[in-house]
């Protein structure tokens, strides 16, 4: 990897050697006339003293121009955008086999922006950066160099196999939204092409800004089915059922919503596989985006009904869906009183407060939160322990174990506290008469399962 740091520093000293020649030139001058003459005239005098000003002047504009001319980037430490072209450029001209182009988008950096600040968000696409600088020197990749395009948009020239780019950019997409930077999640895409595509670097880019924004998932891997699932997504083909859950401390109830991806080619896709798939492309913003508004279409909201949807907890932290919901719900006319976002999470999310603070800002709205999967294995303590949430949902292996001693001791500890905490709990998977007369003697809220009541197509 080409280093754009040494590069800069390469200019900034041929620029501090245009500054230091001339007046190496006039001491040498002074010099010569003294040992010539031993003696300085006021000729002498005032030739040094116009020589003395030209060169202020000379150093003023030298030092102007020094920060004018500069290579990096304001931000992050790697060419700014018109050096890169002028490097890439150049490099075309000399084309040698597997030369290629990749444009790398940090595609959430907008909302880092829009959420956490200018400066936190500086600081994140500054690591970022480097955590990809790293990766491209670890793996070998050679001969490269990268600038800043525009945004979080970064070029990249590298002398690689195409596939073996590929392959080394699909893990790193991977790796960095796994691990985070400062706890916060981290999506990229990429693109990339030949560099002999054309002569002209305009038409490459192009090329590279269409695939990367109109096809943002064509170098993940996706097989022909996850493919479809991810087109059905998009154009929102969906059916809902509802199944209810019942109050057993009244008569009230809520209903859950059971989407079911219908797709051409391999019939209709269920919630669990559908989701995994969205999780593993990138795709729960999308996902839940578009579950909301057409189950919200389709679906008249009675006086007394609330409805429960899960939602990763990737799509609540983020800015665009927030503001998504508060469109919608002023548009259509939707009290965000009679919905329940479910959600869990199996990693904890580290930056927990400011995951609080965004529960908050949602809770303001009237929207209303539960943890599901409560008693799995995920993060459901730590979240139940830092975030304002309204309801517990437990996990489908409290209904299976239900009849174990410790379960039941443990169960109704939980119970208990949730109803001193004014949390509301919930258990699914009751499929029989045992299950549901554990519930009741162990101070349960909500009952749901298929002891209580089917699933109901909407």
């Known amino acids: 990897m080409k280093n754009a740091q040494n590069v800069e520093r390469s200019h900034r000293f041929k620029i501090a050697f245009k500054i230091a020649l001339p007046f190496i030139v006039i001491v040498a001058f002074l010099l010569y006339m003294f040992f010539k003459t031993n003696n300085i005239s006021s000729k002498d005098i005032i030739l040094f003293t116009l020589l003395t000003f030209c060169y202020i002047h000379f150093t003023t504009y030298m030092i102007y121009q020094s920060f004018k001319d500069n290579v990096l980037d304001s931000v992050v430490d790697v060419f700014h955008r018109k050096k890169i072209l002028e490097i890439?450029?150049?490099?075309?001209?000399?084309?040698?086999?597997?030369?290629?182009?990749?444009?790398?988008?940090?595609?959430?950096?907008?909302?880092?922006?829009?959420?956490?600040?200018?400066?936190?968000?500086?600081?994140?696409?500054?690591?970022?950066?480097?955590?990809?600088?790293?990766?491209?020197?670890?793996?070998?990749?050679?001969?490269?160099?990268?600038?800043?395009?525009?945004?979080?948009?970064?070029?990249?020239?590298?002398?690689?196999?195409?596939?073996?780019?590929?392959?080394?950019?699909?893990?790193?997409?991977?790796?960095?939204?796994?691990?985070?930077?400062?706890?916060?999640?981290?999506?990229?895409?990429?693109?990339?092409?030949?560099?002999?595509?054309?002569?002209?670097?305009?038409?490459?880019?192009?090329?590279?800004?269409?695939?990367?924004?109109?096809?943002?998932?064509?170098?993940?891997?996706?097989?022909?089915?996850?493919?479809?699932?991810?087109?059905?997504?998009?154009?929102?083909?969906?059916?809902?059922?509802?199944?209810?859950?019942?109050?057993?401390?009244?008569?009230?109830?809520?209903?859950?919503?059971?989407?079911?991806?219908?797709?051409?080619?391999?019939?209709?896709i269920s919630k669990s596989i559908f989701m995994n798939i969205a999780n593993k492309n990138g795709y729960e913003i999308t996902l839940d985006k578009n579950i909301f508004s057409e189950f919200f279409k389709k679906v008249t909201i009675k006086e007394n009904e609330k409805f429960i949807l899960d939602v990763s907890a990737v799509s609540i932290r983020n800015n665009t869906f927030l503001n998504f919901l508060k469109d919608f719900i002023e548009k259509n006319n939707i009290d965000p009183k009679k919905i329940i976002f479910e959600f869990n999470e199996h990693e904890i999310y580290t930056h927990i407060k400011r995951f609080d603070e965004i529960i908050k800002m949602y809770k303001k709205l009237g929207f209303s939160f539960a943890i599901s999967h409560f008693g799995g294995k995920n993060s459901f303590f730590t979240y139940f322990l830092n975030l304002k949430v309204d309801y517990i949902i437990y996990d489908i292996s409290i209904s299976k174990n239900y009849e174990k001693e410790k379960v039941k001791n443990v169960f109704l500890k939980f119970n208990e506290i949730c109803k001193k905490l004014g949390i509301k709990s919930i258990i699914k998977f009751v499929e029989k008469a045992e299950v549901l007369e554990f519930a009741k003697e162990n101070k349960v809220d909500f009952v749901q399962g298929f002891f209580i009541e089917k699933p109901k197509e909407v």
């Open 88 to 268: 890439i450029s150049k490099k075309i001209k000399k084309y040698h086999k597997n030369d290629n182009l990749i444009l790398l988008n940090f595609k959430n950096i907008d909302d880092i922006f829009q959420r956490y600040g200018l400066n936190f968000g500086d600081e994140i696409l500054r690591k970022g950066v480097e955590k990809l600088i790293y990766f491209l020197e670890k793996n070998k990749i050679k001969d490269s160099v990268i600038g800043r395009y525009s945004g979080g948009y970064f070029l990249i020239f590298a002398n690689a196999n195409k596939a073996y780019i590929t392959h080394i950019l699909n893990i790193f997409s991977k790796k960095i939204q796994n691990d985070g930077i400062n706890d916060i999640e981290i999506k990229t895409n990429f693109a990339l092409v030949n560099a002999n595509y054309s002569k002209d670097l305009k038409n490459s880019i192009n090329f590279l800004l269409n695939d990367i924004n109109g096809n943002e998932y064509s170098h993940n891997n996706i097989n022909e089915y996850e493919n479809e699932v991810c087109k059905s997504i998009d154009d929102s083909n969906f059916i809902f059922k509802t199944q209810k859950i019942v109050s057993l401390n009244d008569d009230s109830y809520l209903y859950s919503v059971v989407p079911i991806l219908k797709t051409n080619n391999f019939g209709k």
